[in-house]
């Protein structure tokens, strides 16, 4: 079946430092793929997607690559402020347009200090 | 324009009572689906349905646990003599097939404690 495997958090950084978050997955066919972010005490907002191979997706200075090859959608951010702390979650939905069932990583708590 | 409302927030029940969650997509989605998300994990998939239809369950325990959402109203999640074990947060999303990019728009949740 599908999964998604994410980098273990928490993840602690400085302001203006660079963001790396790593997720896999394991998927037949050729799946799309999402970042979603979840603030505190609120549901899940999609933060970018990618629905084919070598597709960058992007969405506030965040970036993420399709990359069917390793199987890979690496979510990353050039220079992260205090406003992302979040928790980060990857996941995938079949190819297609009619349905879409989501399978999740676990999710990666990002925490930025002033 | 509403986003997806979930009501009640916050749930709280004893062992055996039964616990009835609701979700109110955005306005034009016909499409419902639930999650849930125990602690320290992931959200799971848990049941996927249309209006007066249920498409996909498979994420659903064969017990105690069953979905509907009806012609008028909101969708319901209804949990059948709670458990400690199904203590989580619960999230519907919902989206609309003209969207064309599998999109869903998540509610904030309604966190069910069982005592």
């Known amino acids: 079946g599908n999964s998604v495997t994410q980098m273990e958090g928490p993840v602690t950084l400085s302001e203006e430092a660079f963001l790396t978050i790593n997720c896999t997955y394991t998927a037949t066919g050729y799946p799309s793929l999402f970042w979603y972010v979840q603030y505190p005490g609120e549901g899940l907002q999609l933060l970018l997607k990618a629905t084919k191979a070598d597709d960058k997706g992007s969405n506030k200075g965040f970036e993420a690559t399709y990359r069917k090859e390793t199987t890979s959608f690496h979510l990353e951010k050039g220079s992260v402020q205090v406003s992302d702390s979040a928790v980060y979650f990857c996941?995938?939905?079949?190819?297609?347009?009619?349905?879409?069932?989501?399978?999740f990583g676990q999710g990666t708590i990002l925490t930025v200090h002033p | 324009n509403a986003g997806v409302m979930q009501n009640p927030r916050h749930l709280v029940r004893r062992r055996g009572q039964e616990a009835r969650l609701r979700c109110s997509p955005m306005k034009g989605h016909s499409h419902v689906y639930w999650y849930r998300q125990l602690p320290e994990e992931g959200l799971k998939f848990m049941v996927y349905?249309?209006?007066?239809?249920?498409?996909?369950e498979s994420g659903m325990p064969k017990e105690r646990f069953s979905a509907e959402f009806p012609k008028e109203g909101p969708s319901i999640l209804r949990i059948q003599q709670v458990v400690r074990g199904d203590s989580a947060a619960y999230f519907c999303?919902?989206?609309?097939?003209?969207?064309?990019?599998?999109?869903?728009?998540f509610g904030p949740g309604t966190r069910l404690t069982v005592l």
């Open positions: 999303a919902s989206s609309s097939p003209g969207q064309g990019t599998n999109e869903q728009f």
């Open positions: 349905l249309q209006k007066e239809n249920i498409i996909d």
């Open positions: 996941a995938l939905a079949r190819g297609g347009t009619s349905y879409g069932k989501l399978t």
